[in-house]
């Protein structure tokens, strides 16, 4: 199983990290790994959301919902998968303020098991899902940025 934390400094401050992030449906316009992101339902705090991710490196895709609890006051998100193709999908986001910019965490379990497939590719799996988390982050980094960036100018 992936269980792993990620960390990145983001030039812009906290609140608007976190309202940036809230915009799930807006990820595949600069995340290449995410097709399409569905918002299913919003109640208040939670969130419901249909996802589809690209797997280039295996030529397939995986789909998947899950809910998340976004915690205005922390400035943090918890979410786990519902239903889908993964059996684990699980962690949070937190967005803290670090010297006037943003500390953005990020937690992450997923666990995919693919029967009839031996270790090796469920190795392959696992790091494929550990640099999409981080190619997420980067990504959400640099959009982050440019919202700044535009909010500035």
Do not use: C
């Amino acid at each position: 199983m992936l269980d792993l934390t990620l960390e990145t400094a983001i030039a812009a401050p906290p609140e608007l990290a976190y309202s940036v992030a809230k915009e799930v449906e807006k990820y595949p316009t600069f995340l290449p790994d995410v097709k399409e992101v569905v918002v299913l339902e919003r109640d208040g705090a939670r969130t419901v959301t249909r996802w589809i991710g690209r797997v280039p490196e295996l030529g397939m895709s995986v789909q998947w919902e899950q809910e998340e609890v976004w915690d205005d006051a922390q400035r943090r998100s918890e979410f786990h998968v519902t239903k889908g193709d993964w059996d684990t999908y699980q962690g949070w986001w937190q967005f803290d303020a670090q010297n006037g910019h943003t500390l953005l965490t990020l937690h992450l379990k997923a666990e995919v098991r693919i029967p009839l497939v031996g270790p090796m590719v469920h190795g392959i799996v696992e790091r494929l899902a550990r640099a999409n988390a981080v190619r997420m982050l980067e990504g959400l980094r640099r959009h982050v940025e440019s919202v700044a960036a535009g909010a500035v100018a």
